[in-house]
Nanobody
Framework: HVQLVESGGGLVQAGDSLRLSCAPS????????MGWFRQAPGKVLEFVAA????????YYEDSVKRRFTISRSNATNTVYLQMNSLKPEDTAVYYC???????????????????WGQGTQVTVSS
């Protein structure tokens, strides 16, 4: 059974930082591209960031560039999302995802991802 387990969410104030972690169980994800999506109440699922499996190339949604950093450790099988300068509009459930294949153009499409975590809540108060 393949499972992605997120951790690190919580309630913070605007301007604070949080680091989300994602640890897959049941399979080694070093060969997978990894991503983070989020969904705010009443809004559609939104791409946040992705990182490729081998080269570690990263892609970001425009509103989080220069504030969020995605990284991975294939040695520990963990993916991170470092979130700095958090804003109230960053409030959402954040999901860790894994994809066997995507291109630069399709990395932002949720249907390209094969596995999803259960989500972790991030709440940013003003």
């Amino acid at each position: 059974h393949v499972q992605l387990v997120e951790s690190g969410g919580g309630l913070v104030q605007a301007g604070d930082s949080l680091r989300l972690s994602c640890a897959p169980s049941g399979r080694t994800f070093s060969s997978y591209h990894m991503g983070w999506f989020r969904q705010a109440p009443g809004k559609v699922l939104e791409f946040v960031a992705a990182i490729t499996s081998s080269c570690g190339n990263t892609y970001y949604e425009d509103s989080v560039k220069r504030r969020f950093t995605i990284s991975r450790s294939n040695a520990t099988n963990t993916v991170y999302l470092q979130m700095n300068s958090l804003k109230p509009e960053d409030t959402a459930v954040y999901y860790c995802t894994a994809a066997r294949f995507f291109t630069i153009a399709t990395s932002r499409r949720s249907d390209r991802y094969d596995y999803w975590g259960q989500g972790t809540q991030v709440t940013v108060s003003s």
